[in-house]
């Protein structure tokens, strides 16, 4: 786990000197942990580090891109569906996502295609987005008009 958690440290630290150059921001943390669990999941994978010793530290960190993917992506749900949204995508995110560290991959692409799908069904689509702001501004709209 010490490994995990210096590489965490390095990839999070050159995330956030590149976002100095890059015309678009990478969240230094999530790029971190991200880019470790991969790296120690293909070293598994190819056979150069020991499944029993890195299995559990890929499973956690993978566990943490699940939950802040669906943070990142909330903003993107109808509100009504928020729940029901987070709910599915978090456990076939977690289910995918143990399916990944032991090499049951039909089960990894049925978990990736459920997130996939619940996504795009509980999508907003510019107008539905609801902005506070616009909110707001609607709500002051219709108190003028019935002013007086």
Do not use: H, R
């Not at 993107?76 to 049951?104: C, D, E, P, R």
């Not at 707001?136 to 008009?145: F, G, S």
């Amino acid at each position: 786990m010490i490994i995990a958690t210096l590489s965490i440290f390095v990839f999070t630290g050159i995330i956030w000197i590149l976002n100095k150059k890059l015309p678009f921001q990478i969240c230094p943390i999530c790029a971190g942990v991200s880019l470790t669990w991969l790296w120690i999941f293909f070293g598994m994978f190819f056979g150069k580090l020991l499944v029993v010793d890195y299995q559990l530290p890929t499973a956690i960190l993978a566990g943490g891109t699940v939950v802040g993917l669906m943070s990142k992506l909330e903003e993107f749900i109808k509100k009504k569906f928020v729940l029901i949204w987070k709910t599915v995508f978090v456990v076939s995110g977690f289910m995918a996502v143990y399916a990944l560290v032991t090499n049951q991959w039909g089960i990894f692409a049925v978990g990736v295609i459920i997130d996939i799908t619940v996504t795009l069904m509980f999508k907003t689509y510019g107008a539905e987005k609801e902005n506070p702001d616009l909110k707001k501004i609607k709500e002051l709209k219709e108190k003028m008009k019935s002013c007086c």
